[in-house]
């Protein structure tokens, strides 16, 4: 067996040992004779497992007990039309519009989505810059009715991380202290540890830094869900598995939800655990991702556009000053087991992703390449 260093945006590579643990258990989870795919999500054995799940990751992210957390399908892309069904008409039902700031190619699909469902307002966009930096709060336009601000903490294709919490009632005064935040944290849920307790709501779909693709985890403060009435404040149309409400009070279980999906993110959450929770795993991405922008950097040959104070920790492009190497570089780096790190079509060049389970040695190993290939061209 040789396994790879993986640099994929997602799905991505998750720790060895989880998918280990995976491969012993696939024919026999515990003495049960089955595997967990096999298993009947409302049997003891599974809502054992979805539970545990539940709890680890609350005990993670440190999610207060007036936030639901919900394990649903449809992906990223499936919550930018489920957030505004869910949560656009507003506490009193009158509003039908939100803001967003505009920051990369995934905020731009999350306007472009929830637009169909009512009025998108662009508090900011940094497209003038190419997308490479957050435009400061202070700058956002926000609309007095909207019901929500949406942002995506961090930017997978573009690389522009917010390393900032936005403070509302800070920049825009009172009235907006309630402002529910809306926040599509994809590709850096559980790098770090989050002030949960300053969003409305947190999604992310699994695959990039959590498990496998399927599974997509929604956390969101109870009273969001309801309007004055205490009834579901979802638009009449919203499909009833998306409706957060109806998934809260059935535990995530309206319908079958996806439960290896599920398993597999509890066995990352448990890795997490033993190595020492997020707060560890922040030293190791900050770590990860200096030793490879540090390189770009001090480097003539390659070179990271984005704004050093919106770096991602998790997705790092990069370009080669001479682009007519691009292939050349891709295939070396193939024959050394650095896989993935072509650039996303939109923005071309290179991409090396840092999630959690990219050990150090695989960025030592990429930042030894960079440094072999500029010599050698
Ligand atoms: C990958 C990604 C998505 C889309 O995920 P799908 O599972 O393909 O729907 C949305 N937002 C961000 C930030 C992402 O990285």
């Known amino acids: 067996m040789s396994r790879v260093f993986n ?20 024919l026999d989870w515990r003495g049960t004779g089955m595997s967990v795919m096999e298993m009947s999500h ?6 054992g497992i979805h539970a545990e799940a539940l709890a680890d990751l609350r005990a993670l992210l ?33 509003q039908n519009e939100a803001d967003i700031v505009i920051t990369g190619v995934w905020s731009e699909k999350s306007y472009q989505e929830a637009q169909r469902y009512g009025q998108m307002n662009i508090a900011a966009s940094a497209v003038d810059s190419g997308f490479t930096q957050v435009p400061a709060p202070e700058s956002w336009k926000l609309h007095q009715d909207s ?43 559980l790098s770090r540890p989050v002030d949960v307790s300053q969003y409305g709501l947190i999604y992310g779909g699994a695959q990039k830094n959590i498990g496998p693709a399927g599974l997509t985890i929604a956390i969101v403060r109870e009273d969001l869900l309801v309007n004055d009435a205490g009834e579901s404040r979802a638009h009449p149309l919203c499909p009833s598995v998306f409706n957060y409400q109806v998934q809260a009070e059935s535990d995530s279980m309206y319908n079958t939800p996806p439960t290896y999906g ?78 993935q790190l072509k650039g996303h079509r939109v923005v071309g060049g290179m991409r090396a992703s840092l999630y959690n389970a990219m050990p150090l040695e695989g960025v030592q190993a990429l930042v030894a390449y960079l440094k072999e290939f500029e010599r050698v061209h």
């Open 262 to 339: 599920i398993y597999i993110a509890g066995l990352v959450f448990k890795w997490l655990k033993a190595q020492g929770g997020l707060a560890a795993m922040e030293r190791q991405n900050r770590a990860k991702a200096a030793l490879l922008y540090d390189y770009l950097d001090t480097s003539s040959f390659y070179e990271n556009r984005v704004r050093k104070a919106d770096r991602s920790l998790m997705n790092v492009p990069f370009f080669l000053k001479d682009e007519s190497l691009n292939a050349v570089f891709l295939q070396g780096a193939n024959e050394r087991g650095l896989k």
């Open 62 to 94: 440190a999610v207060p007990s007036h936030y639901k957390i919900l394990f649903l399908q449809g992906g990223g892309l499936g919550e930018n039309a489920i957030v505004p069904l869910n949560l656009m008409r507003g506490q009193s039902g009158h």
């Open 42 to 47: 409302r049997g003891s054995d599974f809502m």
């Open 147 to 189: 019901a929500y601000l949406h942002l995506c903490t961090n930017e997978t294709i573009n690389g522009v991380e917010y390393h900032f919490t936005p403070n509302l009632e800070a920049t825009h005064g009172k009235a907006f202290k309630d402002r529910p935040i809306v926040a599509d944290m994809s590709s850096h849920i």
């Open 7 to 26: 640099f994929s945006a997602g799905p991505a590579a998750l720790p060895e040992t989880v998918l280990a643990q995976a491969a012993a258990e696939m």
